[in-house]
T-cell receptor, first 115, second 109 residues
Framework: ETGVTQTPRHLVMGMTNKKSLKCEQH?????MYWYKQSAKKPLELMFV???????ENNSVPSRFSPECPNSSHLFLHLHTLQPEDSALYLC??????????????FGEGSRLTVL | GQNIDQPTEMTATEGAIVQINCTYQ??????LFWYQQHAGEAPTFLSY??LDGLEEKGRFSSFLSRSKGYSYLLLKELQMKDSASYLC??????????WGAGTKLIIKP
């Protein structure tokens, strides 16, 4: 139990569907992240929220839409995805600021398959 | 460009010692992290180095040489449960994490 909870754990969707991934952290952290993990590739940072403000959007296609309603919750809205978007999507949180190493605490991930 | 290199896969024997290397070329340096990821699970934080030298934490140790752009993770008294992927990541001058592709460690009895 890492203190970061993701749902659903598995998701299968067609290219025309709309779905959302949810993440919740119970650690009092001030930063939250979405990462994409594909086999044998480095983790790809998608979005970062610091104190609920989006600070990073690493050229992610608009079919991925993040939402951070408060510092404990993070969503990733998905629509008209492509088969190459199939991957493990990891949510993480960290404490950022003076004196903090900023280690990430990850959720268990949402395994997404796009048909 | 920024780059993290680590071996793709390593094999070791239960009870032995293994060293997983990580070399990096980044724009600036603000710390190096090691994470462990068991198959089908989330990565979990193992260690953090920001100054040169060795950090020891039980059976695991992590070493850093900033001048050489080099780190290693040392695992002693290997156990079967240590079979996992080990991810190296560096924070660059903008405090962005640059990740390696991970090293899959296979432990044999």
């Amino acid at each position: 139990e890492t203190g970061v909870t993701q749902t659903p754990r598995h998701l299968v969707m067609g290219m025309t569907n709309k779905k959302s991934l949810k993440c919740e952290q119970h650690l009092g952290h001030n930063a939250m992240y979405w990462y994409k993990q594909s086999a044998k590739k480095p983790l790809e940072l998608m979005f970062v929220y610091n104190f609920k403000e989006q600070t990073e959007n690493n050229s992610v296609p608009s079919r991925f839409s993040p939402e951070c309603p408060n510092s404990s919750h993070l969503f990733l809205h998905l629509h008209t995805l492509q088969p190459e978007d199939s991957a493990l999507y990891l949510c993480a949180s960290s404490r950022e600021g003076e004196g903090a190493a900023g280690e990430l605490f990850f959720g268990e991930g949402s395994r997404l398959t796009v048909l | 460009g920024q780059n993290i290199d680590q071996p793709t896969e390593m094999t070791a024997t239960e009870g032995a010692i293994v060293q997983i290397n990580c070399t990096y070329q980044t724009s600036g340096f603000n710390g190096l992290f090691w994470y462990q990821q068991h198959a089908g699970e989330a990565p979990t934080f193992l260690s953090y180095n920001v100054l040169d030298g060795l950090e020891e934490k039980g059976r695991f140790s992590s070493f850093l040489s900033r001048s050489k752009g080099y780190s290693y993770l040392l695992l002693k008294e290997l156990q079967m449960k240590d079979s996992a992927s080990y991810l190296c990541a560096v924070k660059d001058s903008n405090y962005q994490l640059i990740w390696g592709a991970g090293t899959k460690l296979i432990i044999k009895p």
